[in-house]
Every structure is written in structure tokens, then in C-alpha cells.
């Protein structure tokens, strides 16, 4: 079974200042990996996912995330946030076969301060 | 840009009644799914499905849940008799099968509360 662990319940942060949203996850089995945003009174919205080749993914809005296989972790980054990067990030996991369900993390909310 | 709909945005029922949720998935879409999230904990898989059947669903999908695809654009969740620890934030997603890692698309969710 997978597993994910986002290690900050809570993120704050002043705008134009860098943030780091970390994310470990547990496998027995090879996996895809994805960040997630939930904006207010929204759906999940992808911001980035690594599937294979490079460590580095950079997505939307100015976010990147490292892959890092011997630590287990996928943590997300953006190096100068903005008042409308205030939202729920949501890190998970799916196994590369079948259905691809996809496992989530318990989300780091990310808060903004101007 | 397609997107993921979703009816009711909040419903409230008495305990032990049944709920239809409904979903209608982007449509090229091939595969489904419905997920929820109780109040301060993460978001949990319930079940997917694929070629109008279950391809997998958790322990949380017991004999109460049951999914439908009742015609070509709508996918539904019934709960047939609600438990107040039924009361989550209920989101349906779907994607296209590309066999590398599938983005899933949410829709906005379905607030329900058991009484």
C-alpha cells in the first residue's frame, strides 16, 4: 500500500518570499507522483506531476517540485509567492498501473501574509 | 475548457435516508471516480470505474455505496442509508487513459451533511 505524509499542517509565509511544501511518501512499488492546489469553495486543480526522467518538474504558476528517490520525498517550491497562491496544496501518490487511484496526503494549508 | 460538474454543491439529509450525488465527467473521459473528504482529513479514494464497472474501490465502499453510470454523461453515488460519519466533502473526478500517469480532473464537490 502507499502512503503520504505532508509534514506542515499549516504554511505561512510573506508575499514575494520563498516557500517549500514538503511531501514523503511510502511504496513498496514504483509510483507517479502529484501536487495538487484547492482554492477556496474549489475542486482539486493539478499543479505538477513527475512521472519518469528529470527530478525537476516545474508546473503551473510558478511552482516546481525534486523528486528525491532515497529520501522519498517530493517537495514542492515556488521561490516568490503572491497573495493568490493562498490555498490548500495536496501531495499524491499512484501506483503506475490499473485505475491509478491516487493516494493524498493530509494537505498543507499555505497562507499568505502581505 | 471542459470541466467537471457537480450536483448538488451541498445537501443536507436526516439520518438514514438515501442521497444520490451526481457527477458529469468530462466527456472524453474514460475512466471515473469518487473521493471525499471529512472535515480536517485528508481526501480518501472511495472507488473507480472503468468501462461500466468497478475497476477497484477502498474498505470505505462498503454494500451503503453504490455507482452508476445511468446513461453517457452522468456518474452517480448513492448512499443508501446515511450515517452521520457520512458527512464529508464528496468530489468526483475523471480522466482520459493516456497509460502514464492519468491527470485526474475534480469537479467542485458535494458538501453533505447527515443530521
Known amino acids: 500500500a502507499q502512503s503520504v505524509t505532508q509534514l506542515d499542517s499549516q504554511v505561512p509565509v510573506f508575499e514575494e518570499a520563498p516557500v517549500e511544501l514538503r511531501c514523503n511518501y511510502s511504496?513498496?512499488?514504483?509510483?507517479?507522483l502529484f501536487w495538487y492546489v484547492q482554492y477556496p469553495n474549489q475542486g482539486l486543480q493539478l499543479l505538477l506531476k513527475?512521472?519518469?526522467?528529470?527530478?525537476l518538474v516545474k508546473g503551473i504558476n510558478g511552482f516546481e517540485a525534486e523528486f528525491n528517490k532515497s529520501q522519498t520525498s517530493f517537495h514542492l517550491r515556488k521561490p516568490s509567492v503572491h497573495i493568490s497562491d493562498t490555498a490548500e496544496y495536496f501531495c499524491?501518490?499512484?501506483?503506475?498501473?490499473?485505475?491509478?487511484?491516487?493516494?493524498f496526503g493530509q494537505g498543507t494549508r499555505l497562507t499568505i501574509n502581505p | 475548457e471542459p470541466e467537471v460538474t457537480q450536483t448538488p454543491s451541498h445537501q443536507v439529509t436526516q439520518m438514514g435516508q438515501e442521497v444520490i450525488l451526481r457527477c458529469v465527467p468530462i466527456?472524453?473521459?474514460?475512466?471515473f471516480y469518487w473521493y471525499r473528504q471529512i472535515l480536517g482529513q485528508k481526501v480518501e479514494f472511495l472507488v473507480s470505474?472503468?468501462?461500466?464497472?468497478?475497476?477497484?474501490k477502498s474498505e470505505i465502499f462498503d454494500d451503503q455505496f453504490s455507482v452508476e453510470r445511468p446513461d453517457g454523461s452522468n456518474f452517480t453515488l448513492k448512499i443508501r442509508s446515511t450515517k452521520l460519519e457520512d458527512s464529508a466533502m464528496y468530489f468526483c473526478?475523471?480522466?482520459?487513459?493516456?497509460?502514464?500517469?492519468?491527470?485526474?480532473?475534480f469537479g467542485p464537490g458535494t458538501r453533505l451533511t447527515v443530521l
Open positions: 473526478a475523471s480522466s482520459v487513459p493516456s497509460g502514464r500517469g492519468n491527470e485526474q480532473f
Open positions: 513527475y512521472l519518469s526522467g528529470s527530478t
Open positions: 499524491a501518490v499512484s501506483v503506475t498501473q490499473g485505475a491509478q487511484k491516487l493516494v
Open positions: 466527456s472524453n473521459h474514460l475512466y
Open positions: 470505474f472503468y468501462n461500466n464497472e468497478i475497476s477497484e
Open positions: 511504496s513498496s512499488v514504483s509510483v507517479y
